[in-house]
C-alpha cells in the first residue's frame, strides 16, 4: 500500500480540487438549487473514472447507481448522498459557502463534511489504486442519493426495485469522524429517527392584540401542547414512549469506555456550562448513544421580523426530531404522540409525519469490520474508536435490514465540523487521510 499512499500524497493538490469543484456546485435539496447541475458534475466525473453508470429516476431526485470492475470475487459498495443542506443563516458565515475556501488547513464550506468530502474522498482513493497497479482488488458499486437531507423518501423504492444492484459483500455509509491528529472513528449503526410537524390554527386570521384578553393565541397554544412531552429532567413523559426500549448490553457498555469524548473541550467550544442534568463520563455517553430523544427543532407563529407589531397570532407550527433505539417504531412513537396530546387536552393540535427511519446496527464481528479496524490503524497509526452505534441517523435500514450485508461508517470530518451550521469544514489532513483509509480498506477487504 505504500505505493498508492505515495500517489496520494504526490497528488493532493489534483483530489482538492476535484473537491472544491463539487463544493462550488450548489446542490440544496431542500429547495433544488443546483441540483440539476450537481446530478451531471457527479455523471460525469463517474464516467472519466471508467464506470458504468445508471441514472435511476424517482418522485424526488435520481438515484446514480455506477459499477466498476476489479480484479478479485468480491464487492464493496460505497453510499453517500450528493445534496447539501440549506446555507441559513447566511450572515454567520465567514466565507461563501459555496467557495471550497481552504483557510488555516480546512476546507470551509456547505458540503465538506456532509457529505462531498466523504463522497469525493472515496472517488479519490479508487482513483489512486487504479493509477498506482492499474486495477482494483475488488468490484466496487457506488449509489448515490440526493435527497438524504430531506429524509431520503426513496431509498425504499430503490431497495424494492433494483435488489440486484444491492448484491455486494460489504457497505460503506457515508461518514464519520476522526479525533484531531488521533484515531479515526468506526461506526457500526444508527439510531432511528421520527420526524413531525404540530399545527395549530385557532381563526381564520391573526388579529389585533387587543383581543387578547378573551380570543386564544396559537402561540401559546402550541407551547402549552409542547410542554406536556417533557419535564425539566430531560424524562418524556409521553405514555409508553420507553416501554420497546432495549438497555445496552454488556459489549455496549463496553465500548463506551475507549471512546475520548472530551467534556471540557466540548463544552467550552460550544459555550455550554453543562450537560442536562450535569451528567459525565460513561453516564454521559450512554445516554448520548443509548437513550431516545424528543427535541424541538424550531417553533414559528406570529410577528418575529424587526420593529413592533402588536398582533395575536392564528396560526403556529414546531418541528419534532424523536431519534429511537434498538425496538423502537417510527409509526408507533406517531401513535402514542397522538393518544398524548388528545389525553392532555390539545385533540386540536395537528400532527403531519414528514419522516421516518428506524434503527440499524451491524454485527461486531464480520469480515468488513475487521478490515475497517486493520485498515484504520495503518493509517491513523491509533487503533480506531469503536461506536456501536451513531447518536445520528441515516437510512442504512433501507439497505441492510434483513439481510446479512455488513455495514461500517468512517470519514473525513471531526467534532467540530458543524456539520448543518454556517462555516462547515473539515481538515485538509483528515481528507487526506481518508482518502488512503478507503484505500486500504479495499486491499484489507478484498483478501478476506
Known sequence: MEKVYNYIELHQKKYLELLQRFLRQPSVSTTGLGMKEMVILLKETLVEMGFSIEEIATKGYPIIYGELAGEGRHTLTFYNHYDVQPIDPIEEWEVDPFSGTIKDGKIISRGAADNKGQLISRLCAIDAYLKTYGSLPLN???????????????????????????????????????????????????????????????????????????????????????????????????????????????QDIEYLKNIPYNENEILSQMGMKGFINEVTGEELLKK????????????????????????????????????????MECKKIVKLLRKHLDKHGFSDVEIITMSGQPTFRSDYNNPLVNAAISASTEVYKFPPVIYPTDSGTMGVYQFCHGTEIPCVMYGVSNRFSQIHAPNENIFVEDYILGIKMTAALMDKFSSH
Open 140 to 250: 466496487i458499486k457506488v449509489i448515490y442519493e440526493g435527497e438524504e437531507e430531506v429524509g431520503s423518501p426513496h431509498l425504499s423504492y430503490f431497495r424494492k426495485n433494483y435488489p440486484d444492484k444491492l448484491e455486494t459483500d460489504g457497505i460503506v455509509w457515508e461518514g464519520g469522524e476522526r479525533e484531531t491528529k488521533g484515531p479515526a472513528h468506526i461506526t457500526l449503526g444508527v439510531k432511528g429517527l421520527t420526524y413531525v410537524e404540530l399545527r395549530v390554527r385557532t381563526a381564520n386570521i391573526d388579529a389585533h392584540s387587543c383581543n387578547a384578553p378573551i380570543w386564544p393565541n396559537a402561540v401559546w397554544r402550541l407551547i402549552w401542547a409542547l410542554n406536556t412531552l417533557k419535564n425539566e429532567k430531560d424524562e418524556i413523559l409521553i405514555d409508553g414512549f420507553y416501554d420497546e426500549v432495549v438497555p445496552p448490553s454488556e
Open 288 to 327: 448520548y448513544l443509548y437513550t431516545p430523544t424528543c427535541n424541538i427543532c424550531g417553533i414559528k407563529g406570529g410577528y418575529i421580523e424587526e420593529g413592533i407589531k402588536t398582533v395575536l397570532p392564528s396560526y403556529a407550527t414546531a418541528k419534532l426530531d424523536f431519534r429511537l433505539v434498538p425496538n
